[in-house]
């Protein structure tokens, strides 16, 4: 005998495409709740990052404009600034000097 269940919620937002009502308050509630428990990593300034980028990279090294303004904005994960430092070959502590091991981390061990 075949399952029969409820086409709603979701499920029938994610693998059926239904966007009634009640598979839209479903798929809220579910993203609300992942962002909720979701690991939030410590920011740190990018001002330093952008200009070490926009001098040692004649192409940017594959990072936009468009993200490096939203960095300066809202500062930049600190896993990211690690990533984009280490893809150019350098430390992150050779561009954000004392600032990189002064991060306050949130959350941590009591």
Same mark, same amino acid.
């Given at each position: ?14 693998? #059926?495409?239904? $966007?009634?009502? !009640? ?10 709740? +992942? ?11 990018a ?22 303004? #939203?960095?300066? $904005?809202?500062? !930049? ?8 430092c280490?893809? +150019?070959?350098?430390?992150p ?10 991060v ?7």
């Amino acid at each position: 005998m075949a399952k029969t269940g409820n086409p709603h919620g979701i499920s029938g937002y994610k693998r #059926r495409g239904c $966007r009634c009502a !009640v598979c839209e308050a479903a798929y809220q509630k579910y993203n609300a709740d +992942r962002r909720k428990y979701r690991h939030k990593a410590p920011r740190i300034k990018a001002d330093l990052l952008v200009a070490f980028i926009t001098e040692n990279d004649s192409h940017v090294g594959g990072t936009s404009k468009a993200m490096m303004e #939203r960095w300066l $904005r809202d500062g !930049v994960d600190l896993y990211v600034a690690d990533a984009a430092c280490v893809k +150019r070959g350098v430390h992150p502590y050779e561009v954000f000097g004392d600032a990189w091991w002064n991060v306050p981390i949130e959350g941590g061990d009591d």
